[in-house]
């Protein structure tokens, strides 16, 4: 039977959402490809150079931001005597393309230009960058942010992020960070949706080594994994329970609904719970992060934020922008690749940081 052009053409645009599943089912990688690139990030983390002293972490995590944006901000200080408007707009530029956001940008810049006015300062490369400083940290705060796992017991983290934010390396370095506190750690497998994702969380849990895990059948109920899960934790008098959800769209809706049931199912095990709802983060895809913080707090509340990749990017100033407009504290910072290369955040030190 011959298809006219057109037919053929409607039947397409018909079906495209078919044929983009299709399409994406053909393309999901094997389990033993998942397998191998996991190990291979293992070994990567097992690497036996120490890591650096937390002081450097935060120099050394953010090379390429600082060399994009405080390189230019001196570059641009250079020979000036005084702060005008020419300056205030090309440092406007520099932050924006910082990833800081056209919004926080403005604010930032207004407040600076409001202060040279008030305060009849000297354009001098200190002030300038001191008054940059001070705006910053106003946005970011000045705590240093944790989460506060001895508040409940068991401790539920609910984690959540679409594919290849780095999803499942933040959970097994934050398991490997409590493990090394002293605190016994449950792992939920919630992620049952996804070739091989609970078989990459398992191997996560045998490297970092005394971690309860928890699983169910691929295809099972996400919700009844971590209702499960915290069951355990409660009978097993465990500190900390970290749910993995799957990687996912932000813009899949019914997918997002299934976090609300997870969510209401895990307040049904145990009244409260999760008591934090992180989400991950890449920091290389800069504005792109804002879009998918938007649509997860439309689904759930996040509570906060485990920005990743953070020293594989120009784009740093993103943890500014999160900040100032959603409220929503950045928590955990990757600045490395090593397994003790999550880094609580500090306001002082990632701005200072900035600034070297």
């Known amino acids: 039977m011959n298809i006219s052009k057109d037919k053929l053409l409607f039947r397409l645009t018909q079906n495209k959402d078919i044929i983009a599943l299709e399409t994406q089912r053909q393309i999901l990688p094997s389990n033993d490809y998942i397998i191998k690139k996991e190990n291979n990030k293992i070994k990567k983390l097992d690497i036996d150079e120490p890591s650096p002293k937390p002081s450097n972490k935060w120099r050394m995590g953010l090379t390429k931001t600082r060399t994009s944006f405080f390189g230019r ?82 401790f539920v983290i609910m984690v959540l992020g679409v594919n290849g934010t780095g999803k499942t390396t933040t959970i097994a370095k934050l398991s490997a960070k409590f493990t090394k506190e002293g605190k016994k750690v449950i792992l939920a497998a919630a992620d049952t949706f996804r070739a091989a994702a609970v078989d990459q969380l398992e191997i996560w849990s045998q490297r970092v080594g005394g971690l309860d895990f928890i699983k169910h059948q691929e295809g099972s109920d996400p919700a009844a994994v971590a209702f499960d899960a915290i069951q355990a934790g409660i009978a097993r008098k465990c500190d900390v329970v970290i749910i993995d959800t799957a990687g996912r769209l932000h813009t899949k ?23 934090e709802v992180l989400l991950v983060l890449d920091a290389t895809t800069g504005q792109n992060a804002i879009s998918q913080v938007k649509q997860f707090k439309e689904a759930v509340e996040v509570t906060g934020i485990a920005l990743t990749k953070l020293d594989g990017t120009a784009k740093g100033g993103i943890v500014i922008a999160i900040k100032d407009e959603f409220g929503i504290p950045v928590k955990l910072v990757g600045v490395g690749e090593k397994l003790d290369d999550l880094e609580d955040f500090s306001p002082k030190e990632f701005v200072d940081a900035l600034f070297e």
Request: net charge neutral.
């Open 73 to 154: 901000i001196k570059n641009l200080l250079i020979g000036k005597t005084k702060i005008d408007p020419e300056l205030l707009e090309e440092m406007e530029e520099i932050l924006i393309q910082s990833d800081v956001g056209v919004e926080t940008t403005l604010k930032i810049v207004s407040n600076v230009r409001e202060r040279v006015k008030n305060e009849k300062l000297e354009g001098t490369p200190n002030s300038i960058t001191q008054l940059l400083k001070d705006e910053m940290i106003k946005i970011l705060g000045t705590e240093k942010q944790s989460l506060d796992v001895e508040s409940h017991k068991p």
């Open 253 to 275: 809706k019914n997918l997002m609904e299934e976090l609300k049931k997870i969510k209401r199912v895990s307040d049904r095990a145990l009244p409260g719970a999760p008591h």
